[in-house]
């Protein structure tokens, strides 16, 4: 049997089950509401991140099976297919990519295999990212550090990204898997 490792957050709002935290008197009725409320979230967070995150993916990649469906496919495949130096048709980029975000999604979604999951999914958000340097006609606004729509489309994935990495964080702060 494998020993679980206790993480300790000095930061937590949590105490150890059955204590109050240091100088909060009872705070109230409202106080101990909202403290249990963020004390469930603040658990529950990377599990409601894992899932978030692997449903926009799963989403977004299904959506990449069917042409035209997805209003990034253009750029996604103009991007990778800069990336693998033209070698592969971009119908065959985008089955790839449409395979690779669904199986990234569903990893995340499910837990199976998600150390896999996160793996792909940052070399996958690396890939994105180069997009912003590959197609610099399309991603900014003239000379100016002024991202065009698609240049925003593609930024905003920091948040995916930060969301990934308290998910990864949790994930690899448990013991190794059996």
Sequence with gaps: MGTAVKRVDERSLCPPRGLAPE???????????ARSLACRVQRRGPGLLRVCVGTVFLWFGVLKFFPAASPAEGVA????????FGLLPPDVVLRVLAASETAIGLGLVTGV?????LVGFF?????????????????W???APVPSLEGQYIIKNVVLVAACLVVAADEWSRTAPP
């Design 141 to 143: 606004q003239g000379d």
């Design 77 to 84: 495949v103009r991007a990778a297919t800069k990336l693998t």
């Design 113 to 117: 295999l998600l150390r896999a999951a």
């Design 23 to 33: 100088g909060t008197g009872d705070g109230g009725r409202a106080t101990r509401t």
């Design 123 to 139: 070399a996958h958000m690396a890939g994105v990212f180069s997009a912003l340097l590959l197609l610099p006609g399309e991603m």
